[in-house]
């Protein structure tokens, strides 16, 4: 890892999460250096020129004795006046200031990084999977919680973007549950969508009742309530389906709904009666293709970005309702992680 003490950085890839960390770690580190908080400016290329930017680096500061600049989003700094402005300062940096260019991307322009040399270029990729389980578990045990693999398995599913998101919804969890118990599926459940008139579990029960009208309604009122990920959606939709997948193999091993409540965590009178529901409307069949195609729908989601993500849900919830999955729009073939 490169020393804090550089005069620049290039902090490049998706992981916003640890991106955001190690420049906490430069803030303390110039803290430490010069016993003071550093003025600081977050500035993007296309509110700034570039002279500018050079300027307010080499002025030195009224207020401080050092002065942080972070420049987001840099990959666009593109013009060519503006790349060699800018790799003039950089062969010469001041001492008094400490600059980053941040950027989602796993490159900026050659000249700006051979400027920059690998020392000073560190490169942020997203997680794997199992790296984002660990991750969850650790920041609980931090924080002085124990989580269930279950639990951490629906906040992924839940939430599927890098630790900046993981970090956020995590903190809702410690906020609002105590430490001395466990925390658990029903917890994760209850915080992270209950706390909203129309979620991802009221689209559920919209689809436990085979209801295609009302599940389209309810997906429209998440979507206008604020932004939401498809994947989110599909995430929270593959857990319930699953988990009526189980109820309903159950119901057909002749077990009471009370013991099958207590053994796949159904809390409450009215979650039971929208698992019933689902039991009722659809077969054990059914279930076993409306899960494959939700997460057939899931990994096309997640391999791609697409402006028209409400309409292919809804096509999605009409697979799933009206046809149970027996006769796809589409073939999905996603490619293996």
């Known amino acids: 890892m490169s020393s804090f003490s550089e005069p620049f950085f290039l902090l490049l890839g998706p992981e916003s999460g640890q991106k955001e960390e190690y420049i906490e770690g430069i803030r303390r580190s110039l803290r430490k250096t010069h016993g003071e908080t550093p003025e600081e400016h977050r500035i993007y290329p296309y509110k700034i020129d570039v002279k500018e930017l050079v300027a307010l680096l080499l002025n030195h500061s009224l207020f ?5 600049v972070i420049v987001y989003e840099a990959q666009a700094i593109s013009r060519k006046g503006d790349i060699e402005t800018l790799i003039g300062y950089l062969s010469d940096p001041s001492d008094s200031s400490t600059l ?12 700006i990084e051979k400027a920059a040399t690998k020392k000073r270029i560190k490169i942020f990729w997203e997680l794997f999977e199992n790296q984002k389980r660990s991750w969850v578990r650790s920041f609980f045990t931090s924080a002085g919680f124990s989580i ?32 001395a118990r466990a925390i658990t599926e029903t917890e994760v459940e209850e915080l992270l969508f ?75 009178k009215k979650n039971l009666r929208i698992y019933r529901n689902g039991s009722s409307n659809y077969t054990e069949e059914d279930l076993e293709r409306m899960f494959l195609r939700a997460t057939e729908y899931d990994g096309l989601f997640r391999e791609t970005r ?18 149970r999955g027996r006769r796809p729009f589409f073939r999905i073939e996603c490619r293996p992680a």
């Open 148 to 179: 269930s693999e279950e639990a951490i398995e629906l906040v992924l599913e839940l939430v599927e973007n890098d630790t900046a998101d993981l970090r956020r919804e995590c903190e809702k969890i410690t906020v609002y549950f105590d430490s």
């Open 306 to 323: 697409t402006d028209i993500d409400r309409k292919i849900l809804e096509l999605f919830l009409y697979e799933i309702i009206v046809t």
């Open 100 to 111: 980053l260019l941040v950027s989602d991307e796993h490159h900026l322009d050659r000249r």
């Open 194 to 268: 209950h706390s909203k008139n129309e979620n991802v579990f009221s689209l559920f029960a919209r689809i436990a009742e085979a209801d295609l009208p009302s599940a389209i309604e309810t997906l429209h009122a998440i979507v206008l309530a604020g932004p939401v990920e498809p994947g989110q959606i599909l995430g929270g939709l593959i857990w319930q389906i699953r988990r009526l997948l189980s109820f309903r193999r159950l119901k057909n091993a002749h077990y009471s709904d009370d013991e099958i409540a207590r053994q796949i965590g159904i809390r409450g």
């Open 64 to 68: 401080s004795r050092h002065r942080l």
